[in-house]
Structure formats: structure tokens, C-alpha cells
């Protein structure tokens, strides 16, 4: 597994990659980028949630210069909402390059975006019909792109775009690179690279089939602000002995440490961050049990070999169904039964889902645990080690002490406040969670098969030399 300073890129680019969360390149990344950075056209075949936007995203970033005021790189997707996610991500990959990207789709005011594309966005994305009426009024020319994206390519030509597609990637200069993914590798989409890209590269990244028999799997849709509260009522309701909890940053990871330990848990954390031995150190004290719960992120959760953790927790739901997949992996080992709790917020559902269709699991909706479920836990963990003790253990050193004790008192009374007084009663003491706005990839919805739809011509103008200079060949030779 390579680490994204291996893969050639540039530290303002690092930086960001790293305040978004990611700390190592998901298997399509790994392989497209370095491709992509050496300039040759690509055709990567990878499902929604593999990382494909970052996969792209980095080439593009690398390559802008802010030193130039036209359109450098264009990346072309077929809906208004796949618009919007692609840009937001471009723009904080970008955000230290100062490399801005502007979406560009239908619905929204054509005055608006002209306004917005003055400011001279280094990048464009766009759906294809929108584009093709920027290209008409001329507010977009794509004379000087170095660099194309087709995302999701399979989806855009299923729905019809073919001729707009066409029109659009033949009114680029024929010196570019072209990068092309798709979830599918259809006849469509092969004629469309052969036409348009230069000796690509084919690539394939898609997620194993993995199933995960020996683990129960839970889901809790939860508000982002209550995630901790509800974790540690898990945690009270559950009383792992050896339990892993998955955050997506190390400043998410490091933030989860500290609060649990304030309300009284026994927690250690590892990350990237971490030089050997402290990683080393944290490990020691898990596996001897000198602590109960580790917190961790992706990296830890491909290199961790531990036996006996029962329990995982997904504080934040994984950026791809490999890393879900890792992390879950840690429990339910050599036969024994695990549990896995994963945390989504409603706009994560979908990506739920497509983790439910790689694994051919289904996860569990399990409701939200309440305090009043956290002290019932608690409370039955003390019955148990009071009942255990008096199987196992030698009384006869206490049985004056209980007998004196129940000359003045009841039994029952005695009992429960013995109980009480073994009992770790669920802490409410305020903690600072930094919430998390990271928004993962949407997921692709299942299409019915039905008609397609008549493809999208361009409408001529009514300028004569506008329409003199549409006109031209629709395609250009990419030989």
C-alpha cells in the first residue's frame, strides 16, 4: 500500500488531502494517479465509493496554475447534484493550491454562472447540456483545456448523452489528456474512448466481494451532534472488554480519546501521527488489557493483528467499502462472534447501502440507546461479577462482616447498596467533539431499464458567425 507522498504530490496538496481525513490512497487512487501525473490518458473501472473523485481530482489539482486566467480542466458529469459534490471536493483539495472549480449545470440562472465564470475558475464541472449552451453563448471555450474528465460514464451515455459528449470533446484541442471512469466498461463508453483518448491506460479497482459471516452488523442513524453521547451509552450498555473505535481524521481520533477518558473510560489511541513506539506502547497496554478501548483510524485498521476484540464502533462511517470491510475485520476472529456498530447521519444512507451490496450483508437498524439503557447495562454487569465471585471466590473472611451488618440492617437493603456502589453509573460530564462536515461520495441510484431519451442536440444560433463557426467537423482526428 503506498502512502500519498510516495505518489508524487505536491505539500500544499498533501495538507489538504490530510485535513479532509485521508491518510492512505484507496486501491483506484493508487493506481491512477501516478498515471495520471505522468500525463497519460486513463480509463479507470471503479464503482461509486471507491474514491474515484479523489482518483481524478488530485491529477487535476496538480496540473492547474493559478497563473493563467482561462479553463484548464474540465470534468463532465451527468447530473446538477453529482455536480455540486465533485466541485465541493475539488475545492478543498484545491483550497491550499488556491486552485478554484466552479459547477455548471441546469436549473440554476445562466446570468448567475456567467457572472461566476468571469472570475476565471482554473476548473469547470458540468453537466453536458448546460455546458453546450456556455459553449453556444461562447462564456465557456474550451480551446485551451489541458486535462478532461468523464465521470461516471457509463450513466452519461446510458441516459443519451452520446452525441453531446461527442460534440463536446470534439471542440477540444486534439494535445490533451482525457481520463475516463466508469462504473461499467460498455460498448458505449469503449467507442467513446477509442474515438477520443490516446493509447489509455486501462485500470480496475473494484472493491472485493467480501462477506463478514462471523460478525453481527448494526447500523445507528444518529445526528452528528449526538454521536458521542450515544457512544457512550453503547459503551455502558455493552461493557466490552476489548473494543475498537474507528474515527475518520487523527484530529477526530485524538478529540474521541480525550473525551472518554473524561467520563471514565479506559481508552488509548493510535494514527498516523504516532512514531513507532508510541504506537508500540499503545499497543502493550490493549492487549494486556491494561486498557479497554482503542481509538483508531483507517491505518491502524489494515495493520492491527489482535485477538480477543469483541466489539467495533464506527464513529464515522468509512470513505470506502474496503476501509468498512478492515475495520469490521478486527472482531470476530478465529470463530468467535463480533458485533460492529456503525454511525451513519441521514445523508449517509445511501452510502450505507452500497457497502450492504459489496458485502451481500444485510445491516442491522438498531435504535438509539438511551441513558436509562446505559445504567440497565451497567447494573447487570455488577449482578454478574457479584455472582461470579460467589462461585468462585473464598468468603468465609467476609461472612462475620455480613452477618454483624445484617443484625442492624435488611438484606435486601444491604444488597442493593452494595450494588449501587459496584455500579459504574453512565457520566454526562461535557466534553468538545468538533463536528465533522466531510461529505462522502453520493451514491448511484439502481436505474429501471427503460426507453432512453432522445439524445441532446445543440440549437443553432441565431448569429450568423457564431453559426459559421459551429459549423465545422464535429469530431476531430485524435490520431
Do not use: W
Amino acid at each position: 500500500m503506498s502512502t500519498f507522498e510516495q505518489l508524487g504530490l505536491s505539500s500544499e496538496t498533501l495538507q489538504a488531502i490530510y485535513k479532509l481525513g485521508f491518510e492512505e490512497p484507496t486501491p483506484i487512487q493508487e493506481k491512477a494517479i501516478p498515471l495520471a501525473l505522468a500525463g497519460a490518458d486513463v480509463i479507470g473501472q471503479a464503482p461509486t465509493g471507491t474514491g474515484k473523485t479523489a482518483a481524478f481530482g488530485l491529477p487535476i489539482i496538480e496540473g492547474a496554475s493559478t497563473n493563467q486566467e482561462h479553463i484548464q480542466g474540465l470534468v463532465v458529469v451527468p447530473t446538477r447534484e453529482l455536480a455540486i459534490q465533485v466541485a465541493e471536493e475539488l475545492n478543498k483539495i484545491g483550497e491550499y493550491k488556491r486552485v478554484h472549480t466552479l459547477p455548471i449545470y441546469g436549473g440554476q440562472d445562466m446570468m448567475r454562472q456567467i457572472k461566476l465564470l468571469k472570475k476565471r475558475p482554473q476548473i469547470v464541472v458540468g453537466t453536458p447540456g448546460r455546458l453546450m449552451d456556455h459553449m453556444r453563448r461562447r462564456t465557456i471555450r474550451l480551446q485551451n483545456i489541458s486535462i478532461v474528465v468523464l465521470d461516471e460514464a457509463d450513466e452519461m451515455l446510458n441516459m443519451g448523452f452520446v452525441d453531446d459528449i461527442q460534440y463536446i470533446l470534439g471542440d477540444m484541442p486534439a494535445e490533451r489528456q482525457t481520463l475516463l471512469f466508469s462504473a461499467s466498461i460498455t460498448k458505449a463508453v469503449e467507442s467513446i474512448a477509442k474515438q477520443f483518448m490516446q493509447e489509455p491506460t486501462m485500470i480496475q479497482a473494484t472493491p472485493r466481494n467480501i462477506t463478514v459471516p462471523s460478525t453481527e452488523q448494526h447500523y445507528i442513524e444518529v445526528p452528528e451532534r449526538k454521536k458521542f453521547d450515544i457512544l457512550c451509552n453503547l459503551l455502558d450498555l455493552h461493557s466490552p472488554e476489548a473494543a475498537i473505535i474507528f474515527g475518520r481524521t487523527k484530529k477526530r481520533v485524538d478529540e474521541l480519546n480525550q473525551a472518554l477518558s473524561r467520563r471514565g473510560y479506559s481508552t488509548g489511541a493510535i494514527h498516523g501521527d504516532l512514531n513507532q513506539s508510541q504506537r508500540n506502547a499503545v499497543m502493550s497496554q490493549f492487549r494486556s488489557g491494561s486498557i479497554d478501548i482503542l481509538v483508531a483510524t483507517d491505518v491502524a485498521a489494515r495493520g492491527l493483528d489482535i485477538e480477543g476484540v469483541s466489539h467495533v464502533y464506527n464513529y464515522d462511517i468509512p470513505q470506502d467499502p474496503e476501509s468498512y470491510i478492515h475495520r469490521i475485520g478486527r472482531t470476530g476472529r478465529a470463530g468467535r462472534k463480533g458485533v460492529a456498530f456503525t454511525f451513519i447521519t441521514h445523508r449517509e444512507l445511501d452510502h450505507l447501502r452500497i457497502i450492504e451490496n459489496l458485502t451481500k450483508r444485510k445491516i442491522i437498524r438498531h435504535p438509539m440507546p438511551t441513558l436509562t439503557d446505559a445504567l440497565a447495562g451497567q447494573q447487570q454487569v455488577t449482578i454478574e461479577r457479584v455472582l461470579k465471585t460467589v462461585e468462585e471466590s473464598a468468603l468465609s473472611a467476609y461472612r462475620g462482616m455480613a452477618e454483624s451488618l445484617l443484625e442492624h440492617h435488611d438484606s435486601v437493603t444491604l444488597l442493593a447498596a452494595t450494588l449501587k456502589l459496584l455500579t459504574k453509573e453512565p457520566s454526562t460530564t461535557p466534553v468538545q467533539i468538533t463536528e465533522d462536515n466531510y461529505v462522502l461520495p453520493r451514491a448511484k441510484k439502481e436505474r429501471t431499464p427503460g426507453p432512453q431519451r432522445t439524445p441532446r442536440r445543440p440549437r443553432r444560433s441565431h448569429n450568423k458567425s457564431q453559426n459559421k463557426s459551429h459549423n465545422k467537423p464535429r469530431h476531430k482526428s485524435h490520431d
